[in-house]
């Protein structure tokens, strides 16, 4: 009788083990709607993952071309409601209003030009994390993604525009530090924010992207030199996360420094932002021409 108790409890307990499992599996796989808690990014289960996004994101604006079909290139103005990015030294700009006044002009020009099909992350004065605005890009087919910025420098003296395009090595402190305030920044939603990328992306494709990154920042240098002011290195890269997801060749403009007067009051009109409109919308077009005929 000893015998055939123990046999029992063990048998129990089998039993009971075997439930816990089950019950274990049929929580991880239940759909994100059926269980408690919140649904982190990355995490393994089914169904479906709800974030809440701004108006913004729902409404993009997609200008058509004199032709159809023709690639989308999404401009992105830097920073945007509660950011406010740099300030002027004169204390009465922001950084978010002369990008958004820079990337309306720039979408004006590339839609009375015609030869591409143009978009903006943002119209108004909106804030939105770095995955909403690579995500736009995702979402619309973009087939170039073009951010907008203007930096502030403890140096009065420092001035100029400075081309970034992504990489996972930073070509000088410089451009690390300017990356690494533009990612704290933007808040991005994911705690693994090279991890995830690469995880959709192969190596090869994401070395293609900066690749063609970086061909569109030395194009754009060329054209500029001798038209604008450009930093003693002018093309310089780093790894700019809201670059990184974007999932198409992109490339982050530094437009100048508004710590500096001379910049501040070149970039505070449309007339001393239009040589360097002009610049990006020519190299703009000519770089998605190049990829056609490839």
Do not use: C
């Not at 929580?27 to 809440?52: F, H, K």
């Not at 070509?171 to 990328?197: I, K, M, Q, V, W």
């Not at 690469?198 to 194009?219: F, K, P, T």
């Not at 910049?263 to 998605?288: K, N, S, Y």
């Amino acid at each position: 009788m000893a015998i055939k108790r123990k046999i029992a409890l063990a048998a129990a307990a089998v039993l009971l083990a075997a439930l816990l499992v089950a019950g274990w599996f049929a929580l991880r796989l239940a759909p994100a709607g059926l269980t408690d808690g919140p649904v982190l990014v990355g995490e393994a289960r089914r169904g479906g993952l709800t974030i809440a996004l701004p108006a913004a994101v729902a409404d993009v604006r997609i200008r058509a071309a004199s032709t159809p079909g023709r690639p989308i290139v999404l401009i992105d103005p830097g920073h945007g409601g509660r950011d406010p990015g740099a300030t002027g030294v004169s204390g009465s700009v922001a950084e978010k209003q002369l990008t958004l006044a820079m990337a309306s002009e720039l979408a004006d020009l590339l839609e009375k030009r015609g030869r591409v099909r143009v978009a903006m992350v943002r119209e108004g004065d909106v804030y939105l994390t770095l995955d909403q605005r690579a995500a736009i890009a995702r979402r619309i087919g973009a087939s170039l993604f073009v951010s907008l910025h203007m930096d502030s420098a403890p140096n009065p003296l420092a001035r100029g525009t400075t081309l970034y395009s992504l990489s996972d090595v930073a070509s000088s402190a410089e451009a690390a530090r300017f990356a690494s305030a533009e990612n704290r920044a933007g808040e991005a939603l994911s705690s693994e924010a090279d991890g995830s990328l690469r995880s959709i992306l192969s190596d090869l494709a994401l070395r293609g992207q900066m690749e063609q990154s970086a061909e569109l920042a030395r194009r754009t240098v060329r054209r500029a030199a001798g038209r604008i002011a450009l930093r003693p290195r002018p093309h310089q890269f780093a790894a700019f996360q809201v670059l990184r997801r974007a999932d198409t060749p992109a490339l982050l403009v530094e437009a100048g420094y508004i710590s500096n007067a001379e910049d501040e009051a070149l970039l505070a009109t449309r007339e001393g932002r239009a040589p360097l409109v002009l610049v990006l919308a020519q190299a703009i077009e000519a770089d998605l021409a190049a990829r056609r005929l490839r």
